[in-house]
């Protein structure tokens, strides 16, 4: 069974006290892997897709990695108002454009 | 301007009555969807309509009937509602559904409490 699994649950930070989220996926065929940022209250923000194994993309202090069985989020040097829940999703073979989720890190970064 | 935007925001009503969630996006996408969080934050797929043709219709009861009258809309009409519906719901949108697939761009969420 396809699934998706992130980690740490909940994850609290100092400010500039850098860390990584994980996102192991357990699916039969992988076509692509999306990191989505979403604030209380609020829908699911885009942040990035990764396609393949090695591929690395980065925006501002987030930079995420994928390996054949996980994708990281790392996030360099936080601040405050990067405290949010993070959400992996994964985009399966056979799957159409369906986004199967995996239950998000919740990310508080504190002063 | 929102991108998708769905209405009403908040929506509190008791069991057995029958209610409705707008959704418009003005992208220009021809794909939409319809995603439920429960109280533990999961979010999974119920509905997907690609150019007003449904093709994706998770394992969702009969109460629930998407509608979408043309590519910039996608309504969800509740009939009968219970106590486990009471969750948020959120319309996306994305640009094909193709091999390489697009990015799904989501609303705001309607937050619906049944009681």
């Not at chain 1, 076509?31 to 209380?40: C, E, H, I, N, S």
């Not at chain 2, 997907?48 to 996608?74: C, G, M, Q, W």
């Not at chain 2, 009968?80 to 091999?99: H, K, M, N, P, T």
Request: glycine fraction near 8%; aromatic fraction near 10%.
């Amino acid at each position: 069974e396809d699934q998706v699994t992130q980690s740490p649950e909940a994850l609290r930070l100092q400010e500039g006290e850098s860390s990584s989220l994980n996102c192991s996926y357990t699916v039969s065929g992988l076509r692509g892997l999306f990191w989505y940022r979403q604030d209380p209250g609020k829908g699911p923000e885009f942040l990035f897709t990764l396609y393949s194994a090695g591929e690395e993309k980065e925006k501002e202090r987030l930079k995420a990695t994928l390996t054949k069985k996980e994708s990281f989020l790392h996030i360099t040097a936080p601040k405050p108002e990067d405290s949010a829940t993070y959400l992996c999703a994964v985009r399966l073979t056979g799957g159409g454009n369906k986004l199967t989720f995996g239950t998000g890190t919740q990310l508080k970064v504190e002063l | 301007d929102t991108a998708v935007s769905q209405t009403p925001k908040y929506l509190v009503t008791q069991m057995g009555n029958d209610k409705s969630i707008k959704c418009e996006q003005n992208l220009g996408h021809d794909t939409m969807y319809w995603y439920k969080q429960d109280s533990k934050k999961f979010l999974k797929i119920m509905f997907s309509y690609n150019n007003k043709e449904l093709i994706i219709n998770e394992t969702v009861p009969n109460r629930f009937s998407p509608k979408s009258p043309d590519k910039a809309h996608l309504n969800l009409h509740i009939n009968s509602l219970e106590l486990g519906d009471s969750a948020v719901y959120f319309c996306a949108s994305s640009q094909g559904i193709g091999l390489s697939g697009n990015t799904i761009y989501f609303g705001e969420g309607s937050w619906l409490t049944v009681v």
